[in-house]
């Protein structure tokens, strides 16, 4: 729980043309305090892009077309690389897919209907309830959040399933705090086409399938680990933001929906 307060600003905003406004009254929450969070390491705030209507993006969308959306380059990417974010129209990428965007069950974060999970083509016995907000599940989708973290009737098959695939006892395990399982992996050494593929699917038909990188993380040099994190259920399970790298994210509140596809991230919409 953050401590701080709320102020009314004057926040000035690049727009698509290049140009810059200034929109005034606008709210701003200010930080003095957040257990185990440290912003002396070049990081000054978060942006709220909570579904709240005091959020940057809740006052930002109604001024700008109802909708935001974002795309994540790789956390290890050079300094020079950047993710982007924009308030309101953005050029759509190829192959773009959709679900429902749920907006008042779990609030002030955004749900998604998640109906399974596969792993090297198999879709695994995870109970609906997991993914059930109705049920004391749910999942949302959060940038916020690194890791993807799981209730423990969903962590524990898809740790199984990964632990046990052909491609990764190839290489040498090795203990880790952080993470249950990590394998050592000198650079140009691991075969991703070796290693199961994640598909996580949703009620609506769509599928996200991310990169073998996104969930098979370099946690240190020379180290791989699986970048899950169990969660007690009854609970909520959350995509983080190591899975939706590489992906163009688009919140559309007009149309409750959630759209995704695969991006470069080097431009908008592309």
């Excluded at 050592?184 to 691991?190: I, R, T």
Aim: net charge negative; hydrophobic share 40%; glycine share 10%.
């Amino acid at each position: 729980m953050a401590e701080g307060f709320f102020a009314n600003e004057t926040v000035t905003v690049y727009l698509s043309t290049g140009k810059k406004i200034r929109l005034s009254e606008f709210l701003v929450g200010c930080t003095l305090a957040t257990p185990g969070r440290n912003f002396t390491d070049g990081i000054h705030g978060m942006l709220a892009l909570g579904a709240s209507p005091y959020s940057f993006a809740g006052q930002a969308v109604e001024i700008f077309g109802g909708k935001f959306s974002y795309c994540l380059v790789d956390i290890l990417s050079p300094k020079n690389v950047s993710n982007y974010i924009v308030f309101g129209h953005n050029v759509h990428p190829p192959n773009m897919q959709f679900t429902s965007l749920i907006v008042n069950k779990i609030a002030p974060f955004y749900a998604v209907r998640v109906i399974g999970i596969s792993v090297g083509g198999e879709l695994l016995g995870i109970p609906l309830s997991v993914w059930n907000e109705d049920r004391e599940g749910g999942t949302i989708i959060d940038s916020g959040t690194s890791l993807m973290q799981l209730a423990e009737p969903a962590y524990r098959p898809i740790m199984d399933a990964f632990i046990s695939s052909p491609g990764l006892k190839d290489y040498t395990r090795v203990d880790d705090e952080d993470f249950e399982f990590c394998i050592s992996v000198k650079p140009g050494e691991l075969d991703e086409e070796r290693v199961p593929k994640l598909v996580i699917y949703f009620a609506d038909g769509a599928r996200l399938v991310p990169p073998v990188r996104n969930y098979l993380h370099e946690a240190a040099p020379e180290l791989m680990c699986l970048a899950f994190q169990p969660v007690p259920f009854p609970g909520v399970s959350v995509i983080g933001n190591l899975i939706q790298q590489h992906y163009f994210w688009e919140f559309d509140f007009m149309k409750r929906r959630l759209g995704f596809a695969p991006s470069s991230c080097t431009q908008h919409g592309h």
